[in-house]
């Protein structure tokens, strides 16, 4: 299946050519309609409002896109992933993070899930009430996570959400990069007999997970803790677990994850060992339960009122018709600031392939660039060209309505910000409107003040960040991005393009290290640069 073969496709071209001129504001000028276009747009779902009315969309638009969710066979693929089936082809897996924060006794994998859960509930609790103590007995202080993508990104970015809940006497830190500088930074704020250390790694063989964790058991030894006591300061979160007991972990310490959960889709599980220490086991199930309740909402609320396919297809409606090349997601909210990297793992990792489901390659773009930074940051950054840039970029503005922090005053100026950047972007400035700005005397600065306006948006609303909202809005992204890749017919749990960077990464490191190197093993380029590091290396 090509979705551009399918007859809602081609509906929507001969749609997409009827109103690609079409102007938002105008649509909002002569609304006068009861419900408003606000109205008539925006859908709540889980919790989350979203407002799509800024969208260069029609009721007509969304019905054809939803006929195409249908006729690409969402629903199904929908169902078939909650129910277990193989839905990541190319790896033999099911991909069953829903189950990870199902609530029902029927649900597959329950009580591997619940045992698992209950363990790391009773690990958190200790280190959080001090029963869980270090070589010399004091009482943990730093918990440092030791991961890279899915086994940091999730954990990192909720436990910088819900700060505001976290233990006053723990403080978190995470280390991924295998840039030593990472880990050397945290070293310097970490105190060996307060640390726990939790080695996060699905496969238990990722190169910079491996080599940070090395260097910090090493660091434990030298700082005066003996081997014989490391047990109490390493964890190891893996579904490899006879890699994690080989690195030394205890085999009690060692926290179950499983095949038929990815990476990125992982934070539910053990692998949000952090989490649950950062905000407790109450919080955590709170975090769950939000996004239980957005799994419910995609499985059972009808397409036309259905978030994450709503957003889904929205995108479609971006990257395939409008042939936008990124989206850009605006928290407008610092305690989401690792929300767009998150995504980007999320979005990228998952939909950014070519090759189909069923065989041969796709002829249409898949995921488009996802990028972002907290609101109002962007605004003083990159917002110039989302206004006057030739290029459009569909943005997904995220607000929440009330604060988690006691300085109120802050907010309406925050909100206030939030909502005036997707009016401007919406409305823009004409030519007359910008003549009367630049005023009699400044003419020529008039081309420089017309903005041009029709830029498209999607709100989502947050009543406030809890870990239930929170959970909810992960939820929403992860299912949007499987309906996109449904409709694009590709696999979004696989992720093969990584592999061959990993492979000459050994080849060149060895080169990098080995006495003697022979250029012609690579290209002139790499050769030479492989040459300059080893130069360096030995001027050191
Ligand atoms: O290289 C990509 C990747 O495999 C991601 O998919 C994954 O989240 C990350 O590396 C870390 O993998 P692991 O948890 O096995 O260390």
């Given at each position: 299946m090509t979705p551009n073969s399918l007859s809602s496709w081609s509906a929507l071209k001969a749609h997409y050519e009827h109103i690609r001129d079409a102007r938002l504001r105008d649509w909002f000028a002569a609304d006068?309609?009861?419900?408003?276009r606000a109205e008539r747009f925006t859908f709540e779902g889980g919790g989350l409002a979203a407002d799509f009315s800024k969208n260069r969309i029609t009721e007509e638009t969304l019905s054809l896109l939803v006929a195409l969710a249908r006729e690409a066979g969402v629903e199904k693929r929908r169902d078939a992933m909650f129910a277990g089936e193989i839905v990541n082809p190319t790896e033999g897996r099911a991909a069953l993070h829903t189950a990870l924060r199902a609530?029902?006794?029927?649900?597959?994998?329950h009580a591997e899930v619940a045992a698992e859960r209950g363990k790391m509930a009773a690990f958190a609790e200790r280190v959080r009430n001090g029963a869980w103590t270090g070589y010399t007995g004091k009482r943990i202080r730093h918990v440092v996570n030791i991961g890279i993508g899915g086994s940091d990104l999730g954990p990192k970015m909720v436990v910088h959400a819900l700060d505001h809940l976290s233990h006053p006497e723990i403080s978190t830190y995470f280390v991924s990069n295998v840039d030593g500088a990472d880990l050397a930074r945290v070293m310097d704020r970490i105190d060996a007999e307060e640390t726990l250390v939790i080695v996060v790694s699905k496969t238990f063989t990722t190169l910079e997970t491996m080599t940070n964790a090395r260097s910090l058991r090493d660091w434990f030894v030298a700082k005066g803790c003996p081997e014989s006591a490391l047990a109490k300061h390493f964890v190891g979160v893996s579904a490899n677990p006879a890699e994690v007991v080989k690195f030394g972990i205890a085999h009690d310490n060692v926290f179950q994850m499983w095949d038929w959960v990815g990476g990125r889709y992982s934070l539910w599980s053990a692998v949000g060992l952090s989490i649950m220490i950062a905000i407790g086991p109450l919080q955590f199930d709170a975090l769950l339960a939000g996004a239980a309740g957005m799994d419910a909402h995609f499985r059972e609320a009808p397409l036309e009122r259905n978030l994450p396919v709503l957003m889904g297809l929205v995108g479609i409606w971006y990257r395939n018709f409008f042939e936008s090349q990124s989206y850009l997601v605006a928290p407008y909210s610092e305690a989401l600031h690792f929300l767009p990297s998150y995504l980007q793992q999320l979005e990228m990792e998952s939909n950014g392939k070519s090759a189909r489901l069923d065989g041969g390659f796709v002829d249409y773009p898949t995921s488009a660039v996802t990028w972002g930074e907290p609101g109002t940051n962007g605004q003083h950054a990159f917002f110039q060209m989302l206004h006057q840039g030739p290029t459009i970029v569909p943005i997904d503005f995220i607000a929440v309505l009330r604060p988690e922090h006691p300085l109120a005053s802050h907010h309406p100026k925050l909100l206030a910000n939030c909502f005036a950047q997707s009016e401007a972007l919406m409305l823009g400035r004409t030519v007359d409107e910008a003549t009367r700005v630049a005023g009699p005397d400044k003419p020529e600065l008039v081309p420089h003040l017309v903005f041009p306006g029709n830029r498209p948006s999607t709100t989502l609303l947050l009543d406030a960040l809890t870990p239930g909202s929170l959970g909810a809005l992960i939820a929403l992204y992860e299912h949007k991005v499987l309906v996109q890749a449904t409709v694009w017919n590709i696999n979004p749990f696989d992720q093969w393009g990584v592999e061959l960077g990993k492979i000459l990464g050994k080849v060149v490191e060895a080169d990098l290290t080995a006495p003697v190197f022979d250029p012609a093993k690579h290209d002139s380029s790499t050769s030479a640069l492989i040459e300059r590091a080893r130069s360096a290396a030995k001027a050191n």
């Amino acid at each position: 299946m090509t979705p551009n073969s399918l007859s809602s496709w081609s509906a929507l071209k001969a749609h997409y050519e009827h109103i690609r001129d079409a102007r938002l504001r105008d649509w909002f000028a002569a609304d006068s309609g009861k419900p408003s276009r606000a109205e008539r747009f925006t859908f709540e779902g889980g919790g989350l409002a979203a407002d799509f009315s800024k969208n260069r969309i029609t009721e007509e638009t969304l019905s054809l896109l939803v006929a195409l969710a249908r006729e690409a066979g969402v629903e199904k693929r929908r169902d078939a992933m909650f129910a277990g089936e193989i839905v990541n082809p190319t790896e033999g897996r099911a991909a069953l993070h829903t189950a990870l924060r199902a609530t029902r006794a029927d649900a597959p994998y329950h009580a591997e899930v619940a045992a698992e859960r209950g363990k790391m509930a009773a690990f958190a609790e200790r280190v959080r009430n001090g029963a869980w103590t270090g070589y010399t007995g004091k009482r943990i202080r730093h918990v440092v996570n030791i991961g890279i993508g899915g086994s940091d990104l999730g954990p990192k970015m909720v436990v910088h959400a819900l700060d505001h809940l976290s233990h006053p006497e723990i403080s978190t830190y995470f280390v991924s990069n295998v840039d030593g500088a990472d880990l050397a930074r945290v070293m310097d704020r970490i105190d060996a007999e307060e640390t726990l250390v939790i080695v996060v790694s699905k496969t238990f063989t990722t190169l910079e997970t491996m080599t940070n964790a090395r260097s910090l058991r090493d660091w434990f030894v030298a700082k005066g803790c003996p081997e014989s006591a490391l047990a109490k300061h390493f964890v190891g979160v893996s579904a490899n677990p006879a890699e994690v007991v080989k690195f030394g972990i205890a085999h009690d310490n060692v926290f179950q994850m499983w095949d038929w959960v990815g990476g990125r889709y992982s934070l539910w599980s053990a692998v949000g060992l952090s989490i649950m220490i950062a905000i407790g086991p109450l919080q955590f199930d709170a975090l769950l339960a939000g996004a239980a309740g957005m799994d419910a909402h995609f499985r059972e609320a009808p397409l036309e009122r259905n978030l994450p396919v709503l957003m889904g297809l929205v995108g479609i409606w971006y990257r395939n018709f409008f042939e936008s090349q990124s989206y850009l997601v605006a928290p407008y909210s610092e305690a989401l600031h690792f929300l767009p990297s998150y995504l980007q793992q999320l979005e990228m990792e998952s939909n950014g392939k070519s090759a189909r489901l069923d065989g041969g390659f796709v002829d249409y773009p898949t995921s488009a660039v996802t990028w972002g930074e907290p609101g109002t940051n962007g605004q003083h950054a990159f917002f110039q060209m989302l206004h006057q840039g030739p290029t459009i970029v569909p943005i997904d503005f995220i607000a929440v309505l009330r604060p988690e922090h006691p300085l109120a005053s802050h907010h309406p100026k925050l909100l206030a910000n939030c909502f005036a950047q997707s009016e401007a972007l919406m409305l823009g400035r004409t030519v007359d409107e910008a003549t009367r700005v630049a005023g009699p005397d400044k003419p020529e600065l008039v081309p420089h003040l017309v903005f041009p306006g029709n830029r498209p948006s999607t709100t989502l609303l947050l009543d406030a960040l809890t870990p239930g909202s929170l959970g909810a809005l992960i939820a929403l992204y992860e299912h949007k991005v499987l309906v996109q890749a449904t409709v694009w017919n590709i696999n979004p749990f696989d992720q093969w393009g990584v592999e061959l960077g990993k492979i000459l990464g050994k080849v060149v490191e060895a080169d990098l290290t080995a006495p003697v190197f022979d250029p012609a093993k690579h290209d002139s380029s790499t050769s030479a640069l492989i040459e300059r590091a080893r130069s360096a290396a030995k001027a050191n």
